[in-house]
Each structure stands twice: as structure tokens, then as C-alpha cells.
């Protein structure tokens, strides 16, 4: 039975409200432009726009020279130069967030039965954490893999004892591993547990030679992208362990990711998925996913340089950890129901560009621009240049002798021929240009285009 199927003979509006859900995330995938952290850009985009010939790899980041970073994504990208930057990568956060609620979709079903959860809301809030629709379809390093390791975990979970279903566990642990090789640490607890405790001799043959398989396809592409033989995973641990170049980009107090995971959700969010995630890991402390998400967070809370985004391919298994705590908690309704009510009016925060040089680029197209402020949209992170959606524009510095609106508002028809300003200022992006005649003069007389 198909799972669409399926969901619709469960429970019709549970149905049509997956449908709606979709729209959203497709929805998400539209307005969350730009990217999320500099390395979703640059080790992603720029390579591709490295591969389309719109960039020298002597203007790429150190990590290209180094040979440390994963073609998979770039590799993927690189055909679709035909349809533009702005389209190929709108095409491929759609996919990616079509992909997401798809597994999710499995993954829902297959965990209430696994983990006996009875209480409701969970179907939403598996899909619609209010952050979930912005940062499942970002087409960052994090988050492919983050789809790859949840299609991992689901046939883990699934306990199969067919050699295809092993073959796929193969494909998918080594694409997770592939994408961020950090979820290494993650994929152990499982895959020494179907290999050495579960023993399926045939089954696990299937599984290790997928894995290697899809592993060595991995280093072919990395090595067309670097234009000679590499295997980035150990260059990867060469730069940042062995020459500890992670630690040049800053150290961080040991409690960090504890307050980022408590404040940055929101704290009415955040709080609960800290506590609940204790709990879960006590509950399932000989569950080989739980052993592997926790143990993923210890090595990252031991290494001195952090961010939150290194912990987002566990994002996912996030509904899981709340709900099934919960179910084993009996927590009173009334607080889901506050949460769930919270949590939902947030969603629509999401609807905004991560990042103005994508939406900047897309409505500038062969222009001549004047930037005013001390950031340039084609020089990013420390002066790297940005190319993927540039295609024709020219930047020079503009004088400060022309005052700037930071809304067109009304004014859009009058300012329509005037030329385009970029602006570096905090909360303002596009500016239009108008020259001060007067101080006291009216706002209409001050335009001049």
C-alpha cells in the first residue's frame, strides 16, 4: 500500500493536512533564499559556478586548494546551468523538502508504533516544528545528510531481514557519511550493531558492499571536482584534527550548544526538546540510534569550536525525542496543547531570505550598482568573491552624499527607472536612490531618477 494511500485511509484530514504541508514547504523553498551559513554557499555554490566556468578556483575558499570538502552536491547541481542559478537551486530546495516530508512521512508511522505513541498532535509536530519548513529545505551540507541518515535510521528501525533493504541502509549510511562526514560518529552504534551483534551474514554482506561501493562512486566525483585523485574524509581529518585548522575560527564556552538549544527555538520550544532529549537518551540507552545521536553530541560539545548548525542532521529525530518522552512522562494535555498553539504561530517567521544576495542578484540583472556601506554583495566571508548568481553586474563605491529610503512603498511606480542602490546597513537591503535638494523640501519633490 502506498504510504499516501495509506495515510488517507488512516485518517482523511490528517490527509488533506499533509497536503497543505507540502504546499508550505514548497512555499518555504521559494522564500527561504540565500543560505544559512557561509559554507552552504561557498562550498557548495561557488564549486558549482567553479564547474560553469564563472569563477577561477584560485577565487574559491582554502578548502578547495585542501581538498577537504564533498562534490556530491556541486556534481549534482552542475547539469542544471541551463536553467539559471536562481531556478536550479529554487529546484533543488523543492526537491529536497519534497524528499524530507516523504521520509518523514514513513518515519512518523514506522516510530508510532515502534515507540507506542498514542498521544495526538504528534503527526504535526513531526512535520511542523516551527523551523522545520525553513531549515529542511536548505541544500546544505547538514541538511542532505540529515535526509540521508533519517532514511538510514528508518530501515534500521524497520529490522528487515532483506538484502535489498540492507543494500539501501548501505547506500544511504555511506551518502549520509559523504555529505558530513561528522555523522560518521553517529552511523557507528547502528552499523556495529547489524554487523557484529545481529550477524545476518548475507544481509550484511549486502549492506558493506553498497557502502563501499557508493563510497568509492564518492571519490570518483570528488576527484573530477578537485581534478585529481582525492579522498576528501581524510584530508577533512587532516586540516581540522591533525592541523587543527577548525580551531583558527574561534573557541566556544563548554555550555554553548546547551544554550543554544534551549534559546534559540525560543525557550518555550527549546527547554522542552533539552529536557525531553535527556530523558530520551536514559529511556533508550541500549537503542543504537539513541547511543549514536548522543554520542554525535558529546563529540561535538568536546571539540572547542561550535556551532548550532553542526548539530542540525540530528533535526530531524527532534518530534521523536519530544513525543515518545512525553508519552512516558504523561504530561497533562494542556501543556501540549499551549506548546503545540506556540510553536505554530512561529512558522510564519520563516518566510524570509536567509541572506539578501540572492534576492538582490535576481531583480538586478546586468546592472551597474552602487554600494553604499562597507559590505559588497560579491565579496563575502572575509573578502571570497560571490559568482554563482552574478551574472553581468558591476560594483563601485557610492558617495554619501545621497540620502536612501529603506522602503519603496507607494513610491514604487515613481522610483521605478531610478537606479538600483545595494546597502550593507542592518534591516535594510535594496535601496532606491534620490538626491537631497532640500531638508524640509517634500519627499515627492526630493526624487530625481
Same mark, same amino acid.
Given at each position: 500500500m502506498g504510504i499516501y494511500r495509506r495515510l488517507r485511509e488512516a485518517n482523511p484530514k490528517y490527509f488533506k493536512g499533509f497536503i497543505a504541508i507540502s504546499l508550505l514547504y514548497a512555499l518555504a523553498a521559494y522564500f527561504s533564499s540565500g543560505f544559512y551559513h557561509w559554507d552552504e554557499y561557498f562550498q557548495i555554490l561557488e564549486f558549482t559556478a567553479f564547474k560553469w566556468g564563472k569563477t577561477q578556483a584560485s577565487d574559491l575558499p582554502w578548502e578547495f586548494g585542501a581538498g577537504m570538502r564533498p562534490w556530491l552536491q556541486p556534481f549534482l547541481l552542475t547539469p542544471f546551468k541551463f536553467l539559471g542559478p536562481h531556478f536550479s537551486i529554487f529546484l533543488f530546495r523543492l526537491i529536497t523538502a519534497q524528499a524530507f516530508l516523504y521520509v518523514l512521512l514513513h518515519w512518523y508511522f514506522l516510530t508510532k508504533e515502534k515507540f507506542n505513541i498514542k498521544k495526538p498532535y504528534y503527526f504535526w509536530v513531526t512535520f511542523l516544528l516551527w523551523f522545520f519548513p525553513m531549515l529542511l529545505v536548505r541544500y546544505s551540507s547538514e541538511n542532505i545528510s540529515s535526509l540521508f541518515l533519517l532514511a538510514f535510521s528508518l530501515l534500521y528501525?524497520?529490522?528487515?531481514?532483506?538484502?535489498?533493504?540492507?543494500?539501501?541502509?548501505?547506500?544511504?549510511?555511506?551518502?549520509?557519511?559523504?555529505?558530513?562526514?561528522?555523522?560518521?560518529?553517529?552511523?557507528?552504534?547502528?552499523?556495529?550493531h547489524i554487523i557484529f551483534i545481529k550477524r545476518r551474514w548475507f544481509s550484511n554482506f549486502s549492506l558493506i558492499a553498497a557502502f563501499l561501493i557508493v563510497c568509492g562512486l564518492m571519490v570518483a566525483i570528488d576527484s573530477w571536482g578537485?581534478?585529481?585523485?582525492?579522498?576528501?574524509?581524510?584530508?577533512?581529518?587532516?586540516?581540522?584534527?591533525?592541523?587543527?585548522? !577548525?580551531?583558527?575560527?574561534?573557541e566556544n564556552a563548554w555550555w554553548d550548544y546547551i544554550k543554544w538549544i534551549i534559546t534559540k527555538p525560543t525557550p518555550l520550544v527549546g527547554l522542552p526538546i533539552f529536557l525531553c532529549s535527556l530523558f530520551f537518551f536514559y529511556k533508550n540507552k541500549l537503542n543504537a540510534l539513541a547511543q549514536g545521536m548522543f554520542i554525535f553530541?558529546?563529540?561535538?560539545?568536546?571539540?572547542?569550536?561550535?556551532?548550532?548548525?553542526?548539530?542540525f542532521p540530528l533535526i530531524p529525530f527532534i518530534p521523536l525525542i519530544i513525543w515518545s518522552s512525553l508519552e512516558e512522562i504523561k504530561i497533562k494535555p494542556l501543556f501540549l496543547k499551549i506548546f503545540v498553539i506556540f510553536n505554530l504561530t512561529l512558522i510564519p517567521s520563516l518566510f524570509f531570505s536567509l541572506h539578501p544576495i540572492e534576492d538582490f542578484s535576481r531583480i538586478t540583472p546586468n546592472r551597474n550598482i552602487k554600494v553604499q556601506g562597507e559590505i559588497r554583495p560579491d565579496r563575502l566571508a572575509g573578502g571570497l568573491k560571490a559568482t554563482f548568481f552574478f551574472e553581468g553586474q558591476s560594483f563601485s563605491e557610492e558617495a554619501s552624499s545621497f540620502q536612501f529610503i529603506p522602503k519603496a512603498g507607494l513610491l514604487k511606480e515613481k522610483l521605478k527607472n531610478c537606479e538600483l542602490i545595494y546597502s550593507s546597513r542592518p534591516f535594510v537591503?535594496?535601496?532606491?536612490?534620490?538626491? !537631497?535638494?532640500k531638508e524640509n523640501k517634500d519627499l515627492w519633490s526630493l526624487i530625481k531618477c
Open positions: 528501525l524497520r529490522d528487515s531481514k532483506c538484502p535489498v533493504q540492507h543494500a539501501l541502509m548501505g547506500l544511504f549510511a555511506a551518502l549520509a557519511f559523504w555529505c558530513r562526514f561528522q555523522v560518521g560518529v553517529f552511523l557507528f552504534f547502528p552499523l556495529f578537485y581534478g585529481r585523485l582525492t579522498f576528501s574524509p581524510y584530508e577533512y581529518f587532516h586540516q581540522n584534527i591533525i592541523l587543527k585548522k !577548525t580551531s583558527q575560527f574561534g553530541i558529546v563529540i561535538h560539545q568536546l571539540i572547542a569550536h561550535k556551532e548550532l548548525r553542526f548539530l537591503r535594496l535601496q532606491f536612490k534620490f538626491k !537631497t535638494l
